[in-house]
């Protein structure tokens, strides 16, 4: 069982930048593929951001230049570095962890979720 806990969401304006972090506890002397996920009030969930246990990245389009997935094996972390945030990008954001080691991008494929962070962008 790996367990995830996410943080460093918040209020901002827009245009300013957040950085969060999920932190990952349990089984992780396996290798595991890590992504973004987020969820606006009303919609369903999407996938924002995929990071491959190697390092390999994938961004929705919508994110594309302005977010970064990365990761520290040692430290069993996980970040997404949030730019040039938009009002639109306001949303709970959801770390999840696969047993699959490269890239993931559908979230049937993720075993293991956090409890989520909010983040509201204000224009």
């Known amino acids: 069982q790996v367990r995830l806990l996410e943080s460093g969401g918040g209020l901002v304006q827009t245009g300013g930048s957040l950085r969060l972090s999920c932190a990952a506890s349990?089984?992780?002397?396996?290798?595991?593929?890590a992504g973004w996920f987020r969820q606006a009030p009303g919609k369903e969930r999407e996938f924002v951001a995929a990071?491959?246990?190697?390092?390999?990245?994938y961004y929705v389009d919508s994110v594309k230049g302005r977010f970064a997935i990365s990761r520290d094996n040692a430290k069993n972390m996980v970040y997404l570095q949030m730019n040039s945030l938009k009002v639109e990008d306001s949303a709970i954001y959801y770390c999840?962890?696969?047993?699959?080691?490269?890239?993931?991008?559908?979230?049937?494929?993720?075993?293991?979720w956090g409890q989520g962070t909010q983040v509201t962008v204000s224009s």
């Open positions: 349990g089984r992780t002397s396996s290798s595991y593929a």
């Open positions: 990071i491959s246990w190697n390092g390999d990245t």
């Open positions: 999840a962890a696969s047993r699959i080691t490269t890239l993931v991008l559908a979230s049937i494929n993720y075993n293991y």
